[in-house]
């Protein structure tokens, strides 16, 4: 069984910097590409970075220069690096892997950019 497992997240300062992590079990990790979404109550949910298993990034819009997506393949953990945040960027974050034919998601952590 797969399960993604996030931790950090919280309230920052704009301008600020927070760390997201996801540990994941039940897959081969090193083999998988990883997702980071973000949803805003109200709005669909949208993609933030991606991972390639060959460790190939790729950035939304936004975020690009300040977030940076990054994976352990021996802690089998995806991290977010998110820096310069903005009060744009506030959003529940989900981590996220296609494996077995469907999409497992992680439980999702509340980013609050804020003064």
């Known amino acids: 069984q797969v399960h993604l497992v996030q931790s950090g997240g919280g309230l920052v300062q704009p301008g600020g910097s927070l760390r997201l992590s996801c540990a994941a079990s039940?897959?081969?990790?090193?083999?998988?590409?990883l997702k980071w979404y973000r949803q805003v109550a109200g709005k669909e949910r949208e993609l933030v970075a991606n991972?390639?298993?060959?460790?190939?990034?790729n950035y939304a819009d936004s975020n690009k220069g300040r977030f940076t997506i990054s994976r352990d393949n021996v802690r089998n953990t995806l991290y977010l690096d998110m820096n310069s945040l903005k009060p744009e960027d506030t959003a529940v974050y989900y981590c996220?892997?296609?494996?077995?034919?469907?999409?497992?998601w992680g439980q999702g952590t509340q980013v609050t950019v804020s003064s």
């Open positions: 991972i390639t298993s060959g460790h190939e990034r």
């Open positions: 039940g897959i081969n990790f090193k083999l998988y590409a």
């Open positions: 996220s892997t296609f494996a077995y034919g469907r999409n497992f």
